[in-house]
Every structure is written in structure tokens, then in C-alpha cells.
């Protein structure tokens, strides 16, 4: 009949949204936002009475209160905040060679199946050896300043992905490499087109975990010999036998390494949905 109109239809394989799961996401976030706020609450106020009880030694453990008083009045000094971007400085340097570094030598090796044959007993043996053993030839070659904390944080960066990167490759879906070839792809259009792409989120897990390991690298060269850096005033703090200061230093330490993995992980969605 003509002069009238009837409503669109979706498509079959295409569901409208469902109120009850758009209800029960908003739920679940804010359980997950309310235990993240109500865990280190409830840690925080057990070790405040436990102190005050006389349960803990403040001398050993301080406490809560005094912990986020140094927080609030000693972090935001002028020196925190330049040994800080000292760190920083160093943990960004040492991630950006490191990273670079391992995904490429990941790549050629994926590539190559033969040269990571030969390779792969010296790789894991380079790989075994305790970078706090190696962190005084660091010092000898290349002194106190920030260079031997960058490349303390570059071999630390450097194992992480490159297997990352090995195994990212490793677990692309076989049928996609066979479907690739079928329609008449080369071997370097199939590792371009195909395995890179799907190795990206392996790629990234690696990426998020090297630059956390960048930053406590960066931090434990400084606490074992440097000029500057939150790591040698951490030290110092700990040879003063100042506790909440130490405790504070760690709570600044552990917001940074946080913020740090964040960014990261919003950069990969960034990409993945530039992949897809």
C-alpha cells in the first residue's frame, strides 16, 4: 500500500544494544573502581592502628599518616621533582634503544627461522646473566652519570622484547598464513600483510612490560652508584634510616611506574583500532 512508511530493520547479524548488559558493564565498573579505592583504604587504616596499638614498630614500618605527610609536603620539592626527571630522562632513553632494539632483532629472527637456530644458545645465555652483577662494568665503561643507568634499562628492555616478539610471531594463527599463501601471497607479503598485524597485541604486552622494567632498572643503578636520580635519594633516605621517607619515595615510585603502564596501554588502543 502506498503512503506508508515502515521502519528500518537491522540487519540479522546485527543485535541491537541490550540495556541489561550496557546496565550490568556500568555495575561491574564501579565494583572494580569501588575495590580499588576501598583495598589500600582498608590496608592503610589495619597499619595506622596496628602503629598506634603499638603492634608495629614505628621506627621499622612508620605509618600511614606519617607516610602521606612526607608525601604531601617533601615530594612536591624542587629537588623530588628534579631527580625525578632525571629518572625519566633515563628510563625513556634506556626503553627507546632497548625497544627498538629487541622488536627488530625479533622481526629478523622470525624472519630468518635459521639465524635464530644458531643464535638462540647465546641469546639465552647473554639473557641468564643478573644484571645487578653486570651493573658495576656499566659504571667502569661508561661512569656514574645517566649513561650506565640508560644502558642498564636497555638490557633489561632488550630481552623483554625480543622474546616478546618471537612469541608474538610464533602464535600468529597458521590458517591465516595458509589462507595467504592460497591466494597467491609471497613469503615477505605474508610476514608484512599478515604476521605483523596479528603480532601487534603480543608486540604491545611486551612494549607496556619493558617500560615498567625500564624505570626499576633506571632506579636501581641509581641506588647503587649515581650522581642524581630518585633512586640515589631513595638511598640516602635509607641510610638515614628514614622510614616514611623510604615509604613515601616507594609510593611516588609506584604512582610513576603506574602512570607509565597506563599510557601505554592507551597508546595500544589507539593502534588496535588503527589495525582493525
Known sequence: MTGIRTAPTLPLDVAPPEPATTHWYRRRRLIVWGGRIAIPLVLGLTWELLVNHGTLDP???????????????????RTTATNLWVTLKETLGGFALGASAGVLTGLLLARFPLAYDITRPFITAVNSLPRVALYPLFVLWFGLGSTSKVVQAVSLVYFILLYATLGAIGNVDPDLVRLSR??????????????????????????ELGLVYAFLGAVVGE??????????????????????????????????????????????????????
Open 59 to 77: 621506627f621499622f614500618t612508620s605509618k600511614p599518616s606519617k607516610i602521606l605527610s612526607f608525601f604531601v609536603n617533601e615530594v612536591p620539592t
Open 182 to 207: 592460497s591466494v597467491g601471497f609471497s613469503q615477505r607479503r605474508t610476514f608484512v600483510k599478515v604476521m605483523l598485524p596479528w603480532a601487534v597485541p603480543g608486540i604491545f604486552a611486551g612494549l
Open 223 to 276: 641506588m647503587l652508584a649515581a650522581q642524581a636520580g630518585i633512586g640515589q635519594q631513595l638511598q640516602l633516605y635509607a641510610n638515614t634510616f628514614r622510614t616514611d621517607a623510604v615509604f613515601g619515595t616507594l609510593l611516588l615510585l609506584a604512582l610513576v611506574a603506574t602512570s607509565l603502564a597506563m599510557v601505554m596501554e592507551m597508546i595500544k588502543r589507539r593502534l588496535m583500532r588503527y589495525r582493525d
